[in-house]
């Protein structure tokens, strides 16, 4: 940089006041913190005064001086007492020229009355911090490119904008980093700071500390009189490292440091002293409570103020670290359960290992608890049902309903009994029962059909408390793989939305992917592939429960867009994480997705060993038909897709024998049986239309429109093709009244030529292209399009690149990609 930064931040009125300088007498005062820039404007106040024949004195003039001397003095605050009256007296002469800096110490009032004399014949210059587009324009290269906005963000953060930390940090070596950047701001930082006195280093440790701190508190910290910590204060504030509007990150930067200068000893004494202290007269605030435990200040009553803290509610790791650090060790279980819920899954499972060899039989309880939850977080659910058998029953709700939930996931139904009739030994309080009510829940699915057990299960949705301790599954995602598998999609809409809404507020970091996902499950079975894809956007697979969902998910929406490429792509994606996870109850819906996306290219042998394990838990079970259903429904149409009669034949047997308990297996065995005499050419229009409707009715309206887009292409009848397409285009209108996100209805919509109008107009297509569109994408060919609309193929043909045209679609795949947006009943 040719000129340093301070020079470079000087204000319009500086620049008026150095043109002014030698044409007459001039005060001025420049005020700021360290490292502003006053020194610097005092010597361009000096160079200008020497360009205009002017003598300068840097210090309080004496009787032998020149009477026509200007004063330019800096650090007037430095300057003792006698200096300072000289000074005001001489400011007060109409004829003098006097320009002072000065850091704006409040209650020194030598170099009040000083400033006081100035203030009245000019308004004083306050230096400050540089704004971020100050620092932009330093940072713009000659051929006027900015910075990126981040470079800028992580140098304010590390400055506070503060010109002479700005300075050091554009001197140091490029390419910036955020950590080369905060190290750049603390060494000038603490090479400035070696100036002070042990005294004023003191009062900045501790100003630094807490904003709440003041002289009363840094008085009896350090056994010194008011009035002098009054002072100390006074001249730590002064400098302008500890301003309110500073962020906490850099105030943390001033006090490490601080404490650097001083050294181990010296901050841990001051420390210590300020904690006693604030004891002693009961001033001591959590903040500055968890600040102290952080540092290493370690003592009972510390431990005790955290302590309080803690509990429901209160799930920041940092504070039970802290609370855990100044004493207070028996809140290391706790600590695991906040790490998991705040998303540190590793530092959770490994707080939680450590326990296991607890010799308090709670904390290991607890720690089995937290390792088995994060086990199924990361796909190892045989790793947490082993937890559980090391552990056995334990009186605990939150310990019983857990391992009742990873013993089920398993195929251990039994086990999971015994482990819920263990009678709790601690008070039935909100969580608690809710815990225990989701198991048993969870169990009853088990056991009788999906309505009896959605009733306890929504007994444990109702249960409004705040979650401490964390378990192997969300209540809310259980709710709904139960309602998803037991073909109620109202309520796992229902169920999930008001999850994913909560997620929102609270900025969960466990179970918030997890939600979406399940959320974005739905839609994607009722057909509203962009919305559920949006659902899952950003979704970074932390744990590999979420990996595998997401790939399956993906595959699923793939599969149901004719996209051959991204099938393959997230199918053996999911095939990379599947081969590392112990299938589970709560993995079907994605297992099932990835049997039939497998028949569809050929590689159902890679499943087969998961499958085998699927269906042994399955038996384990007892098949109950809430958890089957889904599986077989995947198994019917994987033969289907391998053209695999006889792979279909148990499947379909199986739906069939568990029509008698549940309507959804009706459904779908009806749909089976449909599906097969449509693809052997058997078409009966009222048979497809109610098999269609039994689909949509349990929430797979995907399916069903492409039974009826299958029916419409197999028949020779023009008038039953034309039947099945307008069941296929009333099942995806259907899709828009199935609610939004927040699971409530949405409007109805308008029907007749003014709604159809509307969507016509949205669409850039003609009504002949959005015919031949919506027959392309019921995966019609060009002959079978010709003969529905009464065209050519050749002339499809020509519709079909006129409207990869009009989309600017460049790939076949794209244009279909881009159709499903337009045609679908939310565009």
Known sequence: MPDSVAVQHLSPEASEVLSALGAGPVKLLVTGG????????????????????????????????????????????????????????????????VVVAAQPRDHDENLQALMTAIDRQRPRISLGPLTSAEISRLMTDPSGHPPRTELVTNILVATAGIPFLVEAVL?????????????????????????????????????????????????????????????????????????????????????????????????????????????????????????????????????????RQTGPGRADPALYRAAIDAGAVELRAQLADALALAGESSAAASEADALLASDDPAERAAAVRVAASVAMLNGNSAQAAELFGWLGPYPDAAVSAAAAIVLTATGDAAAAERALAVTSSGPPTAASRAARTLAEGLLATLHGPYPAAATKLGAAMAAEYSAAQVLPDSPAALVTLAALHGGDPVRARSVIS????????????????????????????????????????????????????????????????????????????????????????????PLGELWVASARIGQQDRLAPALEQAFGLLDALGNPPTWSV??????????????????????????????????????????????????????????????ARGLAQFGLTADATRLAGQAALQTSDPKVSGLMLQVARDLKLSVGDSGGDDGQPSAPEVSGPASTGARQMSSPLSDREREVAELLLLGMPYRDIGAQLFISAKTVEHHVARIRRRLGAESRSEMLSMLRAIMSPQS
């Open 171 to 307: 001197a140091s070596p490029r390419p910036y980093s955020a950590p080369a950047i905060a190290q750049a701001a603390l060494f000038a930082l603490i090479d400035r700071l070696r100036r002070l006195g042990e005294s004023e280093l003191d009062a900045l440790l501790i100003a630094s500390l807490s904003r709440d701190l003041g002289a009363a508190d840094l008085a009896a910290a350090l056994d010194i009189p008011a009035d002098e910590a009054r002072l100390l204060i006074d001249r730590a504030r002064a400098t302008g490292l500890v301003e309110p509007a500073h962020s906490p990150h850099f105030l943390r930067a001033v006090h490490r440091a601080v404490a650097q200068i001083l050294g181990n000893a010296r901050h841990h004494d001051v420390e210590t002293a300020l904690l006693r202290s604030q004891i002693a007269m009961s001033t001591l605030s959590p903040d500055l409570a968890l600040r102290l435990a952080e540092h290493g200040v370690r003592d009972e009553q510390l431990a005790e103020v955290l302590r």
């Open 630 to 691: 889904p599986l077989r429904w995947a198994g019917v149409h994987a033969g289907i897709l391998a053209n695999d009669p006889a792979a279909v034949a148990p499947h379909g047997q199986a739906l069939t024998a568990a029509a008698a308990q549940s309507p959804f297996a009706k459904a779908l065995a009806m749909a089976g049986r449909t599906w097969l005499r449509v693809l052997a050419g058997q078409i009966d229009g009222d048979e497809v239309g109610a098999s």
């Open 498 to 589: 008001r999850a994913v809404r909560a997620d929102r507020d609270s900025e969960d970091s466990l179970y918030g992917h997890r939600h979406r996902l399940l959320l974005g499950w739905t839609k994607m079975q009722d057909g509203q592939f962009a919305a559920a894809a949006g659902d899952i956007s950003g979704i970074d697979g932390t744990h590999r429960r979420d990996t595998l969902w997401t790939a399956g998910l993906r595959t699923a929406l793939a599969r149901r867009g004719g996209d051959a490429g991204a099938l393959q792509k997230h199918w053996y994606a999911a095939m990379e994480v599947l081969v590392e996870y112990s299938v589970d109850l709560f993995s079907l819906l």
């Open 34 to 97: 360290v490292g502003t820039g006053k020194s610097t404007l005092l010597v361009a106040v000096r160079d200008a005064l020497r360009n205009a024949g002017s003598a300068a004195l840097t210090r309080a003039p004496a009787d032998s001086d020149p009477a026509d001397a200007a004063v330019v003095v800096d650090d007037a605050h430095l300057l003792t007492g006698a200096e300072m009256q000289r000074l005001t007296e001489f400011a007060t002469e109409p004829s003098s020229t």
